[in-house]
């Protein structure tokens, strides 16, 4: 309609209905305007005010749900994860046979001749005999344990140094770096134990740099591509890989030792590695705006809800505002606890299951890896959980960080506390060391990504950091471990427990209190008004 300013004066009244459901964004308002003229209403007008075109389709599409890009990247970064875990701990399955001095072996072939070679000189060879011939190596238990500890120090070396990378030179090329040079070193390690033990310390420290790069990278590619109400669900479904190699490694790993020779183990996990890296360099990309298979709408989705964090990848780190910062503390302090008893199950459940349980080898092999598949279940469904929780605005995001934060480390530190009281069970003592890893995977939806949460421009670095105080932790936890079951193994594990849920209740308290989920002022991106 049509209508003209003709009277003296004119008042304008305007009246919004707005409407708004919970835990949805706000419906199309409607504007009434009254126009009046000389005092009396002449005219009524309804304007209804549409919503932008990105926050439609950011509330009425959510980018495909599972079937979407994200999800994909997801999974080939939880393929990633799994290729790394089982490198890293390939060498501590074949070291049992590498090291087994009960087999017949020539002390000659032991330095020189290599199993491969071997094998081409008589072609009418088969596997079982190639596996039979493998070569025994006279490495000592002191030796032995400078090998399995080179591949953390290489870790911690580039802990830091690749996060602050990867924010600069993107975390596609040095996570896919750190992948390609971790594999191609799992395929040399049989030769190289040939040339001598030197030569494999230098290889498992080269390879421990190059996972560091790679495990830091993946929370710059998350602070591009995962929605605030998904990054639960898509980092866990990622890191559940980890998790669930471990379990592989353990069931499949000593079978292949024995039906086809211990140098398999690092070939067929090498090569599927170099088949994970084929995958990331085509799949994986920096961002959703510069990936050339993405839908539109799951640009959308994606772009309008991360569009607040900065995308700038060169600044400045400000490292005085982030000593101050109480809440990044509680972060490396959760790292610091959930780590400690992490490291005490990996290292050492094959030997409390044979030592406590008086459980053969073949046994023990199958049961230490029960727990590691449950921990894959429960890094999964906890970021569900969490999710749904966050996308019903059932709880508010700290409480939900806080919430499955004190279900990571307090109910692993229960289990831990009841192991000792309940040895004489042998179900009840399988139970427990199940559902320790399990719980204590929660923490992945807790404080494990609470970086992305307050400071995402700097994930990858102060995920670095994180990481460095959680390897600390599990170098420390380790050799208190061995020193205490040393003395008296009875009283000893007692005490490894009752040491560890007293760290995890620590780390608890101190995140309960200083915690947050908020974007600090520090991580913000200053933008300049030109006058």
């Given at each position: ?26 419906s199309?308002?409607?504007?009434v ?14 304007i ?33 994860n ?7 701990v ?25 199993p ?7 072609r ?27 591949i953390?120090y ?15 030179l993107g ?6 770096a ?23 310390i ?47 490694i ?28 084929v ?6 990309y920096?961002?959703?705006?510069h990936h ?34 109480l ?26 299951i ?11 092999g199958?049961l ?13 469904l ?14 508010s995001?700290?409480?939900?960080r ?16 009841a ?15 199940i559902?320790?890893?399990g ?8 404080f ?44 000893g ?8 849920a ?7 308290i ?22």
């Amino acid at each position: 309609m049509e209508i003209k300013t003709t009277e003296c004066f004119w008042k304008v009244c305007c009246l919004c209905t707005v409407k708004r459901s919970p835990g949805r964004p706000w419906s199309k308002p409607v504007v009434v305007i009254v126009i009046c003229g000389g005092g009396k209403p002449r005219h009524k007008v309804h304007i209804t005010h549409q919503r932008n075109k990105m926050d439609e389709k950011s509330t009425t599409r959510k980018g495909s749900g599972f079937c979407s890009l994200r999800y994909a990247l997801a999974l080939i970064m939880h393929f990633s994860n799994f290729t790394m875990i089982t490198q890293r701990v390939s060498l501590s399955i074949a070291i049992i046979a590498m090291v087994n001095s009960t087999q017949h072996q020539d002390p000659a072939n032991a330095s020189t001749e290599g199993p491969v070679m071997d094998l081409l000189s008589n072609r009418t060879r088969g596997i079982k005999d190639f596996s039979n011939r493998a070569a025994v190596y006279q490495w000592s238990t002191e030796t032995q344990g400078i090998i399995f500890s080179s591949i953390s120090y290489g870790i911690i070396l580039t802990l830091i140094p690749s996060g602050y990378l990867a924010g600069i030179l993107g975390a596609k090329q040095i996570l896919g770096a750190g992948l390609l040079i971790s594999s191609l070193l799992t395929l040399f390690t049989p030769l190289a134990a040939d040339f001598g033990v030197i030569l494999v310390i230098v290889i498992r420290t080269v390879q421990g740099m190059a996972q560091g790069m790679a495990w830091t990278g993946q929370f710059t590619i998350w602070a591009k591509w995962a929605p605030p109400l998904e990054r639960s669900k898509l980092t866990s479904i990622a890191g559940s890989g980890a998790a669930f190699g471990s379990f592989i490694i353990l069931c499949v790993g000593g079978l292949i030792s024995q039906a086809l020779g211990w140098p398999f183990i690092f070939y067929i996990f090498g090569s599927i590695g170099c088949v994970c890296c084929v995958l990331w360099f085509t799949v994986i990309y920096d961002d959703p705006i510069h990936h050339p298979c993405i839908s539109e709408r799951e640009k959308n989705h994606i772009t309008s809800s991360v569009a607040q964090q900065s995308s700038s990848p060169r600044r400045s780190i400000p490292i005085k505002a982030m000593v101050r910062c109480l809440p990044l503390w509680a972060i490396f302090m959760g790292f610091f606890s959930h780590f400690w008893l992490c490291t005490i199950i990996i290292t050492y459940l094959p030997t409390y299951i044979s030592t406590v349980l008086h459980v053969n080898i073949r046994d023990s092999g199958v049961l230490s890896s029960l727990p590691f598949i449950a921990a894959s279940s429960c890094t999964i469904l906890g970021g569900q959980m969490a999710d749904f929780l966050l996308s019903r605005n059932l709880l508010s995001l700290i409480t939900v960080r806080k919430l499955f934060s004190s279900l990571g480390l307090l109910l692993p530190s229960l289990c831990a506390v009841a192991l000792p009281f309940v040895t004489s069970s042998y179900v009840a003592t399988i139970v427990l060391l199940i559902l320790i890893p399990g719980t204590s995977n929660l923490c992945d939806s807790g404080f494990i990504i609470n970086t992305l949460d307050v400071a995402p421009r700097y994930a990858s670095f102060l995920m670095g950091i994180s990481r460095g105080f959680g390897l600390t932790a599990g170098i420390i936890s380790s050799t208190t471990t061995g020193f205490l079951i040393s003395q008296d193994s009875e009283s000893g594990w007692r005490n490894v427990f009752f040491l560890s849920a007293a760290v995890n209740m620590f780390g608890l308290i101190f995140y309960l209190i200083f915690g947050q989920a908020e974007i600090q002022n520090w991580a913000k991106e200053r933008t300049l008004t030109r006058l």
